[in-house]
Structures are given as structure tokens and as C-alpha cells.
């Protein structure tokens, strides 16, 4: 064969197993990144896995204190009206029976406010709950604790404090010289009107 000919396919096939070996080390490098990659995928899901078996527990634990206020609320009602039949038993006449269930209103009504606030501040308390956790867990998906990012917010202030009072500082510095050149300006005005005069 013509040796040109041979020197020319040889460097043709170097530089095609030159190219496939460039391309293969690539492709190895882009799948072990995408490896990586996945495998931190792992993290979060363990995270948000956490967050709903926390949301989970807060909600069966609230659900519970719930249940058993409700009972309390129905206990209180059914002694409420056992009241009211014992004094309706005991009255003598219609006015006791009046006075006497009139008497029974503010009881009555003052129970339930009772318990309804017991209900209320339950389910404040859950949602309480809830935030901090939602809280602390999308800080742990952003990388951090929730006292870096307080620090991080008082170390913003003082920053934006400090600027403040420099910005301050320089424009009064600015506002006093620019009141120095407009008095000269109408100084020199009122110098200039008078010459004319």
C-alpha cells in the first residue's frame, strides 16, 4: 500500500480514538456528576419525610387534646341542664323557677366562653407547631439553623443601620454646601442688582 496513504489513515484513526476517548472520559465525568447530584437528592426527601411525620404526630396529638376538650365542652352542658331541671324541680313557684334560670344564664354562659377558649388556644398552639416546624425544616432544606439565619438578619440591620447614618451624614454634608453656594448665588445676586441700580 501507499504509505501516504497509510500515515494519513493512522493519524485519522489516532485522532477518531482520541475523540472517542475524550468523548467516553465526558460522558463518565457528566454521569458520575449526575450521580452525585441524585444521591444529595437524598437529603431533602429525608427531610420532607421528617416534616410529614412531624405534621403527622402534631396533627394526632391535636386531634386528640381536641376530642377530649369537646367531651369536657358536652360534660359541662349536660351539668349545665341537670342544673337547670334540679332548679326547676326546686322552685316553688313560677318566679323562683324564673329567677332561678336567670340566675343560671351567666354560669352558663361564662363555661362556654371558657371552654371555647380552652379550644381556641388548642388549636393556636398547633398552629404554633406547625410554623416551627414548617420553619426549621425549610431551613435545614436551605442549609442552615434557625439561629444563623437570626444572626445573619442582626448582622443585615446593623449593616443597613450603619449605612443609614453614613448616607445621613453625608447629605447633610451635602445639604449644608449646596445652602453655603445658593447663599453666595444670592449674594452675588444681590451684589449684582444693586451695582446695576
Known sequence: MNPNFENTMSRIADQA???YARL??????????????????????????????????????????VLRQQTRLVEHQIDAVADRLKAAADARNLRDLVRT???LIPQNVSRIAVDARDTLSIVAHAGIEVRDVVKGTISELRGRSHSTKK???KKTHSRKTATAKTVTA????KAKAQGKTAARSRATAATGNTQAA
Open 17 to 19: 480514538r482520541g475523540r
Open 170 to 173: 453625608k447629605g447633610k454634608r
Open 24 to 65: 467516553v472520559k465526558g460522558a463518565r465525568q457528566r454521569t458520575e456528576f449526575a450521580a452525585d447530584r441524585v444521591a444529595l437528592g437524598k437529603k431533602p426527601v429525608k427531610t420532607i419525610t421528617g416534616l410529614g411525620l412531624k405534621l403527622t404526630a402534631i396533627s394526632h396529638k391535636t386531634a386528640d387534646q
Open 151 to 153: 444572626a445573619s438578619r
Open 101 to 103: 334560670q336567670l340566675r
